[in-house]
């Protein structure tokens, strides 16, 4: 621990730092989510260690939830969509599940597959909590990226499909005898690059020479008769990985083209992606869109977790608020605001960090090729002869910093740029050199958490000294907001060799003025029209931008936030829409008022 800062038990009591014992905190979560990630199999042949959680299945059976995620060794289960525990089963896929489906049949039953093999082996279980399963005989081959789906005439149908050329296809089974299939087979859809510029592959939707997405991760949803048939593209390691839905009559269709794709899309921000993904009816009536992002650092393969409340509007189009998607949201079980943006702001970004010691820093990001551009940072120290850090507070999670040893005498330390009310912090850990390769029990997150108004009296905020809580993604949010300046992280104790964080995030509400209205907002739709060009004039203390845009401008379902530019460039639009825009400027105070509302051809 930073030591040499800290100060007497007797001294702490009379400093005074600000809280505010009446404010009634709402619960909350962010993205991605607080779980305790699995270490990969793959890529263990070539020493390459990290957590990823993907593809993620939900289902509510009995009131709770169970969430299935790709060749993590087990499942979680909640009961209330935030608060997730781990279940070890007895019986189980040997390299675990793959790209997993799952299903409540009327309560009775839950059935599962994502046989990595592709077999098609269905196990089912009435009782998930036990870890119990059963297994089928294999009934099937080629399953890979599946979804199971029965409906309400007890028919059932595997939807599947993972290709840049093929298309998604769908087989009945017979639900009564093993899920042996029934003779009925048929393609379905595919991806049209030519037409809707989100499916191009490649970050930003570019690649010098691939055009062609990936198509993968089929889902359904049936909602008021029809039927959702939902997909991912273009690739899982790209910030536009998104997901999207062609609407049917039938689970059979024909299926028609969604006109607000992709319904699920966050690009931009700390946390990016937002596909190959679930959509789960809470009990109170609520669906909640479960999704994978792509931290992408270590692996292509590094992914996390998301979730974001979904909506259907008077037209039956179904669509997600990701809008500051990444910042704390209001837990599922607010009466009026669940998965929406609470208003806390990001207090940290930018801010003045040093740290104790430092093996390397490092910022990646994903380039045209498929590689990575990787620039190691040169050592730098301030005029106090302290480590300075520029990766910690860059809202990057491809950037990251590793400690010369994983022990108590390591720290990080964020003046942050001006004192704000703080409700939250996230701590993103990042695996460099872990040496784990698999589901390990046992791991642990062990840290203190201090706040300070002027970085030499400094009082507790979250004690996880003791802790048994393994929380890569720990998110740790306040019973009451403190006032402060400076944020530090003591370490203990983390899993794997090194301790290594990517971003250390402060959230809550800061003491001055919410930025002004945006100016010269101007939209440059392209001769190619899938492409469009922004420009704006710098608002004075922004801290970034949140473009939105939709199909109306009562429907600007998408968004994508922007730090520290004042232009950007997308090629997600799909070619024959007319698309509406707007702006607005954010900082650590707030959101300004949107700009007027941009029809574009």
Do not use: C
Not at 162 to 191: A, Q, W, Y
Not at 320 to 341: C, E, F, I, R, V
Not at 423 to 428: E, P, R, S
Request: glycine residues 8%; without cysteine.
């Amino acid at each position: 621990m930073k030591k040499i800062k800290h100060i007497s038990t007797a001294v702490a009591l009379i400093v005074s730092f600000v809280t505010y014992a009446q404010e009634v905190v709402p619960e909350t979560y962010i993205n991605p989510l607080d779980i305790d990630y699995t270490y990969m199999v793959y890529n263990s042949s070539k020493n390459i260690s990290y957590r990823s959680g993907a593809d993620p299945a939900v289902i509510e059976f009995r009131g709770e939830y169970y969430m299935f995620v790709t060749r993590s060794f087990g499942y979680w289960h909640s009961k209330d969509l935030v608060n997730w525990e781990f279940i070890k089963p007895k019986q189980w896929f040997f390299e675990g599940s793959n790209a997993p489906t799952a299903f409540n049949y009327k309560d009775s039953l839950v059935y599962f597959a994502g046989d990595p093999a592709g077999y098609g082996s269905i196990l089912y279980t009435d009782d998930p909590k036990s870890g119990n399963w059963t297994p089928t005989a294999s009934i099937t081959s080629n399953i890979q990226d599946s979804e199971l789906f029965i409906d309400d005439d007890g028919k059932a149908y595997l939807y599947w499909g993972s290709s840049n050329v093929h298309p998604l296809k769908v087989k009945m089974l017979d639900k009564d005898d093993r899920f042996l299939e029934t003779g009925v087979e048929k393609e379905l859809i595919n991806l049209v690059e030519e037409e809707h510029g989100w499916e191009r592959f490649g970050e930003n939707n570019f690649h010098p020479t691939l055009k062609e997405g990936y198509m993968e991760g089929a889902s359904m949803t049936k909602h008021d008769g029809k039927y959702y048939l939902q997909y991912a593209a273009p690739g899982t390691q790209f910030n536009v990985y998104a997901d999207a839905a062609y609407i049917g009559e039938t689970p059979l269709g024909p299926f028609k083209y969604m006109k607000n794709n992709p319904y699920s899309f966050k690009p931009g921000g700390f946390a990016n992606g937002a596909g190959h993904g679930i959509t789960v009816k809470q009990t109170n009536g609520q669906y909640w869109h479960f999704a994978t992002m792509a931290l992408a650092s270590n692996s292509h393969w590094e992914r996390r977790l998301a979730m974001w409340p979904t909506y259907f509007d008077d037209e039956g189009l179904m669509y997600t608020n990701t809008s500051y998607g990444d910042y704390p949201l209001h837990s599922p079980d607010h009466p009026t605001k669940a998965g929406l943006h609470t208003g806390w702001m990001l207090l940290s970004y930018k801010g003045n960090t040093t740290v104790s010691s430092s093996r390397m820093q490092v910022r990646k990001s994903t380039s045209t090729d498929g590689d990575y551009d990787i620039q190691e940072m040169p050592l730098e120290r301030n005029s106090e002869g302290e480590i300075i850090s520029k990766v910690l507070t860059d809202e990057s999670p491809k950037s990251f910093w590793v400690a010369e040893a994983n022990d108590e005498e390591q720290w990080v330390e964020i003046e942050m740029l001006a004192p704000g009310d703080i409700y939250a912090v996230q701590l993103n850990f990042h695996d460099q050199d872990a040496g784990i390769y698999t589901r390990t029990e046992g791991l642990r997150h062990r840290f203190i958490l201090e706040v300070s108004n002027d970085g030499k009296n400094w009082k507790t905020l979250v004690d996880r000294s003791n802790s048994f809580e393994d929380a890569p993604n720990a998110y740790l949010p306040l019973n009451q907001p403190v006032r402060g300046k400076y944020v530090r992280y003591n370490n203990v104790e983390v899993p794997g060799n090194n301790l290594a964080l990517s971003e250390i995030r402060v959230f809550g509400k800061g003491l001055g003025n919410k930025p002004a209205k945006v100016k010269g907002f101007k939209v440059d739709r392209q001769k190619d029209r899938r492409d469009a060009a922004f420009k704006w004039e710098p608002v004075k203390g922004a801290q970034g931008y949140n473009i939105r845009w939709g199909i109306a401008p009562d429907k600007l379902y998408q968004s994508w936030l922007i730090y520290g530019e004042n232009e950007h460039f997308m090629r997600n639009l799909d070619r024959g829409t007319k698309y509406y825009f707007s702006i607005e400027a954010f900082n650590q105070n707030g959101i300004s008022e949107r700009t007027e509302i941009q029809e574009v051809e």
